[in-house]
């Protein structure tokens, strides 16, 4: 049930930042939504799918650090806790990947311009 709720979360959420024009707000709607996937899928103890979306959020969150110039040092920490999720969710430790994928999630928010 968990998962249902922060689908529909995480889609609203990417929806509205994906409508502005930028490029790298593009990238961190998808890092976003694909770190609230993991942390959902890590919630319901399933490290396989969390370490799809993990990595597939790092994916996004690397080119909008490229395309982030002020917010960098954000997009950097979030990359961080990604991939210490990815390490994580391949030993099948789900609760300590989940927190490294919500770790993530903040310091993307905080990368967002204002």
């Known amino acids: 049930m968990k998962l249902k709720h922060a689908t529909v979360l995480m ?13 790298a707000e593009h990238h961190t709607a998808q890092a976003l939504e694909h770190s609230g996937m993991a942390t959902a899928h ?24 490229k395309e982030h110039a002020e917010s960098h040092k954000h997009m950097t920490e979030a990359i961080d806790h990604l991939k210490q999720a990815i390490d994580h969710a391949k030993k ?3 609760d300590v990947a989940t927190k490294h994928a ?8 905080k990368s967002i311009p204002q």
Do not use: C
Not at 102 to 109: I, L, P, S, T, W
């Open 11 to 23: 889609g609203a959420l990417a929806l509205g930042l994906s409508t502005q024009s930028n490029a």
């Open 42 to 65: 890590g919630q319901d103890g399933h490290a396989d799918q969390l370490l799809k979306h993990a990595e597939e959020g790092l994916k996004h969150a690397e080119a909008a650090e």
């Open 92 to 94: 099948d430790h789900a």
């Open 102 to 109: 919500e770790e993530a999630m903040v310091h993307m928010r």
